[in-house]
């Protein structure tokens, strides 16, 4: 099939829009994306997208897309049909059969168009045909309603029964227009048409266009900006207004910005004021009660601190009695003043006295209450402390991880949390501070959720780490240990986040934590506090692994390192995170150096052979030098024995990358052992001695990075 | 705490009562039946049997209705100027929601005298949900100048049972509007009439509502009151199953509900009171959800033939 090349007089534009009832504003910006990429694909199966730009906006009620350099209609395409062979087709003097003629007749040609086209089995008699393009009106008929069709939304909505159509808000109206002309076609039983409507109060319900400039102009004309940069521009043109006006900057917050240019259709800043002395509630407290409950930007003076102002974004274009303000200012006052019941009346007793009320609060019903949770953290991460107090991290004490840890969820008894549960630990660490708690306690309490996901700063202070990786394994131990595992996006008690958090301080802290102890050490918080929950080795086991899946994540999508690196590191053991990363420096160091590349092909080799001969790495088989044959065996084994007391002190000095060095240096003697020695020889007790050699060296230089995972099928790029 | 206040002469705004009176006159002549509140405590319009039962089914259905709803946890001992142990709402139905929904309900905020050019009107997202219902919709709550005024919500499920059609939900927080319209910031110095304030004539039961509620009541008492009264709901439940004909048609599926209903309001009770857990808070919801679906179950059973909703001829 070949296009027939017809010259397109023009291109025509396409303006469609879908009119809803108010769409969430935060599902807007994918929704505006996946209406373009939805147009594009339907266009592009109808062969119309060649010269085609395909713009898509949004605002609460609308989604619409301008699409522009469409053809008139789709290119005709010429196709070849084909018919009888040559044979029989003509007869002995080269006249056209009754088939042939047939054949023209069935394809509406004269036979004079018949022509022979040579096919793998031989000549055959074809016609042309050209099949005819539909027109871009046409097409469009059918694939409008399906890009709007097409679109997902997190969980959508039926508005006049169950046969019903569904979208994410019901849908009111639908323009349509095709360089000027309406197009007839029906979207969730809508018929489209060429009237759109403006803003609600500051605009008409009707408005004809003609054309996406016609239709943007206009409707800026009725109080809406059509395009959500446009808006975001505006919003902040008018808080830099105002900061300017105020002395004050914003408090910023990227996030706020695109949220309202999507709430509104036509933003307006404007300042409102609040009574100075809410200014003595902490920071915290006012910013959430402002961002996250009124959708309002904070703002803060010069010298960082907080002004009693805010900046709201309104729906309109003025507030031209100030009538707006007062009212955002009433119900932020209600707000403050509540806040301020909450955060005085909380305080009426001390923090720990919020622990025995932790008893009503349910971690998981198999797991007991906070109460329980909170005794095993106590445990944990006094541990940890003590680990590393004698490990000579001198600044590691007991006593206040142990505060710390008894402190950390006592917030979630309070009216506070209650009220604003995004506030747990922080809240918790105010009331610490507040009720004259070290600063170190307060911190561990503020900062013991953290991190809450990738890129989360982490616990400032050691004790906050203590009790972070506390809480966090405790998380991860009982509930694998009572079955609840993460399955595909399914991860209520968020065990993949936590084990994130447990990999993400321990590297970045360069903390000295043993995996398998620490588990071992929540196992046994989880056996002598309530639930009374014995940890299988098995299960403790799974947990390493399942901990340890999300530190290879870490190592290769944060820290860059190759697949087969993480791999020949892992497999050599990752018990300690820190050490594995020295390990995986080391190894990546080195792997670009001459030696290396044979020597892991090498050590891949030994590992079958060992594999094939069922030995085990390492294993205690005895090698008996009288029972060499060979000098490349002789000389295999001693240049292992000497390299093997080198790579010791290298290793306990921590210098990895000398130790894989002196490894890499064995290239040689290995290749000669293999090109001189065939190790499956018949006589047994020389194949034995041989085997327990390789055993040997496979088993004790593959203590920092086992070679024989590096390269080969396994390694991505 | 004594509230007082001072009453000016005549100032702007509805007084509370004036309020009900507009926005039922504005309903009724939208066609709605205009209803009176429910006699059984009820945490929310929604769990009046105007709305829980006649959401069900086939039948096209208009009612407004004032439904005063208690909420024991929200009880603040008439201290908080905005948070009350029972507060009021206007709950509007309409059923099939009508295409320009949106437009009657804004029009019904221009009748209280809200002028909508001069303010910040806003649809913010927020779906609906009454665990102990089986009930949720889709929807927004209504913001006027940043403060919550209306649920708006298209029903989509009640009793656990699709909603076929759809109806549209308007819950008005009457307070809270009222004191935009009155311009005060405690809810006990809105004029209720021209001489009497809220406080008036609700601060007491506040007082004393809170008072037994936080620390009063008998829990133990109050747990088995809830069992009394999930068994007889379960008992008048499963005595439908064997009814027939006429007295199948009579039976007091009504009166299933209502005991459903002593039971979400004692477990409103049971949690104020703060004794229960987190763990048997979710179970005590599901086993009022489990009374509230098996009765709009039985009850679309019953009126399963005859196309009709309590009794009513379509």
């Keep these: ?717 | 705490m004594k509230v007082k206040v001072k009453l000016e002469g005549k100032r702007p705004g509805l007084t509370f009562q004036d309020l009900i009176l507009e926005l039922s006159r504005f309903w009724v002549k939208q066609g709605c039946v205009l209803q009176q509140p429910y006699d059984v405590e009820v945490g929310a319009g929604t769990m009046h049997p105007e709305t829980f039962f006649r959401v069900l089914g086939p039948q096209h259905y208009r009612v407004g209705f004032v439904q005063p709803s208690r909420r024991p946890a929200d009880g603040r001992y008439g201290e908080n100027p905005n948070r009350l142990y029972k507060h009021t709402q206007f709950q509007v139905i309409l059923k099939p929601s009508p295409v320009d929904v949106q437009e009657l309900y804004l029009k019904s905020l221009g009748a209280l005298g809200i002028d909508l050019k001069k303010h910040d009107i806003r649809f913010e997202e927020d779906n609906w949900e009454s665990p102990t219902l089986g009930a949720w919709g889709i929807g927004w709550q209504v913001l006027l100048d940043g403060l919550e005024i209306t649920q708006f919500t298209y029903f989509q499920q009640s009793g656990g049972m699709d909603l076929d059609p759809v109806s549209v939900e308007l819950t008005y927080g009457l307070e809270r509007i009222c004191a935009f319209l009155q311009n005060v910031e405690s809810v006990y110095a809105l004029r209720w009439s021209v001489d009497k304030t809220y406080g008036d004539i609700r601060l007491a039961e506040e007082q004393q509502l809170s008072e037994y509620s936080f620390d009063g009541s008998d829990a133990a008492a109050i747990r088995s009151e809830f069992e009394l009264h999930e068994q007889q709901a379960k008992e008048l439940l499963e005595g439908f199953k064997g009814a027939e004909g006429k007295s199948r048609e009579r039976y007091p599926l009504l009166a299933a509900y209502d005991h459903c209903l002593k039971c979400s309001h004692l477990f409103n009770l049971l949690d104020a009171r703060g004794v229960i857990s987190t763990t048997e808070r979710a179970a005590l919801m599901a086993r009022v959800r489990t009374l509230a679906c098996r009765t709009a179950t039985s009850y679309l059973q019953q009126r399963g033939g005859s196309e009709t909703a309590l009794g009513v001829r379509a």
């Design chain 1, 1 to 717: 099939m070949k296009p027939v090349v017809t010259p397109q007089e023009k291109s025509l534009e396409l303006l469609f829009e879908i009119g809803c009832e108010e769409i969430p504003a935060g599902l807007l910006p994918k929704a505006e994306e996946e209406l373009r990429i939805n147009l594009e694909k339907l266009l592009a199966a109808e062969d119309l997208s060649r010269n085609v730009a395909v713009e898509t906006f949004s605002a609460p009620r609308r989604l619409t897309a301008w699409v522009r350099g469409l053809p008139v209609k789709q290119a005709d395409l010429e196709l070849e049909v084909s018919g009888p062979p040559k044979s029989v087709a003509y007869d002995a003097v080269g006249a056209p059969t009754r088939a042939a003629l047939s054949f023209a007749e069935k394809q509406g040609v004269p036979v004079s168009a018949l022509y022979l086209t040579q096919a793998a089995k031989g000549e055959y008699l074809a016609a042309k045909q050209v099949k005819v393009g539909r027109t871009t009106e046409q097409i469009l008929h059918a694939i409008l309603p399906r890009a709007v069709h097409d679109l997902t939304w997190p969980r959508s909505m039926t508005w006049t029964g169950l046969e019903g159509p569904r979208f994410i808000r019901p849908i009111r109206w639908v323009v349509a227009v095709l360089d000027g002309k309406p197009l007839k076609l029906t979207v969730a039983g809508i018929a489209a048409g060429n009237a759109t409507r403006g803003h609600r109060f500051l605009g008409s319900a009707s408005i004809r266009v003609r054309n996406f400039l016609d239709y943007e102009k206009k409707l800026h004309a009725n109080g809406v900006i059509v395009r959500s940069t446009r808006r975001q521009e505006k919003i902040g043109r008018e808080l830099e207004a105002f900061a300017k006006r105020g002395g004050y900057r914003i408090h910023e917050d990227s996030d706020l910005r695109k949220l309202v240019a999507y709430l509104n259709e036509y933003p307006t800043v404007i300042q409102g004021n609040f009574d100075p002395s809410f200014l003595s509630l902490p920071d915290e407290i006012l910013i959430t009660v402002m961002r996250d409950h009124q959708k309002y930007f904070a703002v803060e003076k010069k010298n960082g601190e907080l002004a009693a102002q805010f900046l709201a974004v309104i729906n309109s274009d003025k507030d031209a009695r100030g009538m707006i303000r007062a009212g955002h200012e009433r119900v932020l006052r209600a707000r403050f003043a509540d806040a301020r019941f909450f955060w005085e009346s909380d305080q009426k007793c001390r923090l720990a006295d919020y622990l025995p009320k932790l008893e009503r609060v349910t971690y998981e019903s198999r797991l007991g209450s906070y109460r329980d949770k909170v005794e095993r953290i106590r445990d944990s991460a006094r541990w940890l402390t003590e680990q590393w107090f004698n490990l000579g991290v001198h600044q590691a004490r007991v006593a206040e991880a142990d505060r710390s840890a008894e402190l950390a969820k006592c917030d979630l008894a309070t009216e506070m949390v209650r009220e604003f549960p995004e506030l747990q630990g922080i809240v918790g660490g105010l009331y610490a501070r507040a009720q004259g708690e070290s600063d170190e306690i307060a911190d561990a309490v503020y900062d013991h959720y953290r991190p809450v996901g990738l890129d989360d700063p982490l616990p400032r202070n050691l004790t906050g780490c203590a009790v972070a990786l506390a809480d966090k394994l405790d998380s991860v131990v009982g509930c694998l240990a009572v079955g609840i595992v993460p399955t595909g996006s399914s991860d209520p008690y968020a065990l993949r986040r936590a084990s994130l958090g447990i990999v993400k301080i321990i590297l970045e802290k360069k903390l000295p934590v043993s995996l398998s102890l620490a588990i071992g050490a929540a196992g046994k918080a989880l056996l002598t506090h309530k639930p009374k929950r014995g940890v299988t080795p098995d299960q403790e086991s799974k947990i390493l692994d399942f901990i340890l899946d999300r530190a290879r994540f870490v190592f290769r999508e944060k820290e860059q390192f190759a697949y087969d690196e993480v791999a020949a590191v892992f497999r050599a053991g990752a018990d300690d995170l820190v050490d594995t990363q020295k390990r995986l420096l080391a190894l990546r160091a080195i792997r670009k150096s001459r030696n290396f590349a044979p020597l892991a092909v090498s050590f891949k080799r030994i590992r079958k052979i060992l594999e094939k001969a069922g030995v085990t790495p390492g294993a205690d088989g005895r090698v008996n030098p009288e029972l060499f044959e060979s000098p490349a065996e002789r000389e295999l084994h001693s240049a292992a024995h000497a390299a093997a007391s080198k790579v010791q002190s290298f290793k306990r000095g921590g210098k990895y990358q000398e130790a894989l060095e002196v490894i890499a240096g064995l290239r040689p003697v290995v290749d000669r052992f293999f090109d001189g020695v065939l190790v499956m020889t018949e006589k047994e007790e020389v194949r034995k001695n041989r085997l327990a050699l390789l055993a040997q060296l496979l088993g004790e230089f593959t203590t920092i990075a086992d070679f024989s995972e590096i390269g080969g099928e396994e390694r991505l790029a």
